[in-house]
C-alpha cells in the first residue's frame, strides 16, 4: 500500500473514497468535514442532526456523494469521546475506516488526519497512529488458502494542512510504516502453523533482518549445551526438532560506548505441556506460545529500521516442549547456566526454564535494561482478561515507567502488578533444589512465574511482560482488535515506541 501526502481542496479531489472523521455528541461540522459537508449541500449535517451517526469511536457510516464531488463515497468514522481521545483513538478509527473502505471495493482513498484540529496530539505522532492502525486492521493472513485472496486497498492520501511541516508528516507515516511492518512479520511467525514454524524455521527468519548494522548469530545443540544451559535444553529433549537459540545484536559495535538494551522472548514453538499434558481445547492455541520470541524479532527489525542510536539484542530461545520416551519427567532436577538447581514440578511450567538461561545470557552485554516477553501463564489471561492487558513485572521503577509511558503512546496496554517476596518464597519451597518451577497451585501462578525469573537477574534492571491475554485473541465483538482474530504482534509496538522514546 502507497502512502501519500496531498494539499488538494478535499472536495475537489479525484479518489474513490474520502474518510472523515468526527467526536461523539459533536452535531455540527467544522474544517475539512465542514467544507465536504458544503459541497454535499449539507448532507453530513443532516445525517449527524437526525442521529444517524453519533461518533463512537469505530463507528462507520458511508454517505455516497451521487456525483457532487469526484469521490464517490464518504466514510465518516467516530472518533469517540473528545474527552478520552488519544493515538489510540486514531489508530482505532482509522483502522474501521479503511476496513470498510475496503470491504466497499475501494482502491484509493484519501483521508484527513484525525483530530488534530481540536487535540494537542502532534500532526507527527497523529499521521503514525493512522498510518498504524491502517496497515494493522488491513492485515490478512492468507499463505495457505487457494482461492478468496482480499483485494487490498492501493493508496491512501493524508490530507495535509498548509500550517504542517511536510517533513513532520512524512517522519510520522514512515515510522508507522516501519512499526506496522514489524507487527506484521511477528503476526505472520505466529499464525504459521507449528509443522512449518519450527525452531530451525524460526532461526531462518531472524536471519531475514537485512542490515548492515544488525548481526545475526543462531546457537545449535551443542553450542547451548557448551553454554551449559541445562534449564533450556531440558524442555526440547522431547522433540526430535532441535533446539535453536537465536541471537541477533544490533549495533554491535558501539557495545564498547554505551549499555544496550536487550529483549529477551519465549518461542515454544509448540507447546504440548510435556507429561503435564494440557487438554485438547487447552492445545489448540499452541503454536502461539512462541509470540514473545516473535515480538522481539519483529523489534529488532524495527529498531534498524528506524535506526534506534544505541545498541539492542534480541535473544530467543526456541524449541518445542513435546511428549516422548526422551521428555523431561515431573520431578526431575535439572541445573541452569547459573549453577543454580531447579525441581521441574509440572512440564507445562517450560517457558520460564528457557527464559531463565536466556536471562543469565544477557549479562554477558552488561545490559541497561532487560525486558523479556512471554506468554508464560494462563494465570494472566485470568487476572486481566483476554483482550484487556498484558501483565508487567517490574524490580526497577524507573523501568516499568518507561514501559507504561510506551504504553500509552502504543496504544499496547500492560498492568503493573506486584512483586511480592512470598512468590519468591513459594518458588524457593523445593525439598531437593534450589527453585521449583512451579507451585503446583493454580492460584499463585501469575506472581511466582514472575518471581522466578527473578532469580536470573542478578546484576541488572529487569521487566518481565507476561504477554498471555494479548498474543493470540478470538472473534469476540467485545475484543476490539487492530487486525483479524489470531496473532496481534503484541510487543512490537510497545517496544518500538519505547525504543523511539527511550534515551540510552
Excluded at 388 to 413: P, Q, Y
Aim: hydrophobic fraction near 40%; glycine fraction near 8%; proline fraction near 3%.
Amino acid at each position: 500500500m502507497k502512502f501519500n501526502l496531498i494539499s488538494n481542496k478535499i472536495a475537489e479531489i479525484d479518489v474513490d473514497t474520502i474518510i472523515l472523521s468526527i467526536f461523539m455528541s459533536n452535531e455540527t461540522t467544522n474544517g475539512l468535514v465542514h467544507d465536504v459537508d458544503l459541497a454535499l449541500n449539507g448532507l453530513i449535517s443532516e445525517i449527524l442532526s437526525r442521529g444517524d451517526h453519533k461518533g463512537k469511536l469505530r463507528e462507520v457510516t458511508e454517505i455516497y456523494t451521487n456525483g457532487q464531488i469526484p469521490a464517490d463515497r464518504i466514510i465518516l468514522v467516530g472518533l469517540g469521546p473528545e474527552k478520552d481521545f488519544n493515538e489510540n483513538s486514531i489508530r482505532h478509527a482509522a483502522g474501521a475506516a479503511a476496513l470498510r473502505a475496503r470491504q466497499l471495493g475501494s482502491r484509493k482513498m484519501a483521508s484527513i488526519i484525525h483530530g488534530i484540529e481540536k487535540s494537542q496530539i502532534s500532526a507527527n505522532y497523529a499521521v503514525r497512529a493512522a498510518t498504524e492502525g491502517t496497515m494493522l486492521s488491513l492485515y490478512s493472513f492468507g499463505k495457505y488458502k487457494s482461492e478468496n485472496k482480499i483485494d487490498n486497498i492501493e493508496e491512501i492520501s493524508f490530507i495535509k494542512d498548509e500550517d504542517i511541516e511536510s517533513k513532520d508528516l512524512i517522519s510520522g507515516i514512515e515510522q508507522g510504516k516501519i512499526i506496522s511492518n514489524a507487527v506484521q512479520l511477528a503476526r505472520d511467525l505466529v499464525n504459521e502453523p507449528p509443522n512449518i514454524c519450527t525452531p530451525a524455521f524460526l532461526a531462518e527468519q531472524a536471519m531475514q533482518i537485512d542490515d548492515a548494522n544488525t548481526d545475526v548469530n543462531i546457537l545449535t545443540e551443542s553450542q547451548i549445551e557448551n553454554l551449559s544451559m541445562g534449564a533450556f535444553l531440558s524442555v526440547g529433549r522431547g522433540s526430535t526438532r532441535k533446539p535453536r537459540f537465536i541471537v541477533i545484536e544490533y549495533n554491535k559495535k558501539l557495545l564498547g560506548q554505551m549499555q544496550p538494551l536487550v529483549l529477551a522472548g519465549k518461542a515454544i514453538t509448540f507447546d504440548t505441556g510435556g507429561y503435564s499434558l494440557k487438554s485438547a481445547s487447552g492445545m489448540s492455541t499452541m503454536k502461539a506460545d512462541m509470540a514473545g520470541g516473535a515480538a522481539v524479532i519483529g523489534a529488532l527489525q524495527a529498531a534498524s529500521k528506524l535506526k534506534v542510536p544505541y545498541p539492542v539484542i534480541g535473544l530467543i530461545p526456541a524449541t518445542e516442549n513435546m511428549v516422548s520416551g526422551t521428555a523431561s519427567h515431573p520431578s526431575d532436577i535439572v541445573t541452569a547456566s547459573n549453577n543454580k538447581t531447579i525441581e521441574i514440578v509440572n512440564t507445562d511450567a517450560e517457558g520460564r526454564l528457557i527464559l531463565a538461561d536466556a536471562l543469565v545470557y544477557a549479562a554477558k552485554y552488561n545490559p541497561k535494561h532487560v525486558i523479556d516477553l512471554a506468554t508464560l501463564t494462563g494465570s494472566a489471561v485470568i487476572a486481566l482478561g483476554e483482550g484487556s492487558a498484558a501483565a508487567l513485572f517490574a524490580k526497577d521503577t524507573n523501568l516499568a515507567d518507561l514501559l507504561l509511558t510506551a504504553s500509552e503512546s502504543s496504544g499496547e496496554r500492560i498492568w503493573r502488578m506486584p512483586l511480592y517476596p512470598e512468590y519468591t518464597d513459594w518458588m524457593k519451597a523445593s525439598n531437593v533444589a534450589d527453585l521449583r518451577n512451579s507451585t503446583a497451585k493454580r492460584d499463585t501462578g501469575i506472581g511466582t512465574s514472575a518471581a522466578f525469573l527473578q532469580e536470573f537477574t542478578e546484576g541488572f534492571s529487569w521487566a518481565h511482560i507476561d504477554i498471555a491475554p494479548m498474543a493470540f485473541l478470538s472473534g469476540s465483538s467485545v475484543i476490539k482488535r487492530l487486525g483479524p482474530a489470531g496473532a496481534t504482534g503484541f510487543g512490537v509496538r510497545l517496544l518500538s515506541h519505547l525504543m523511539i522514546e527511550y534515551a540510552n
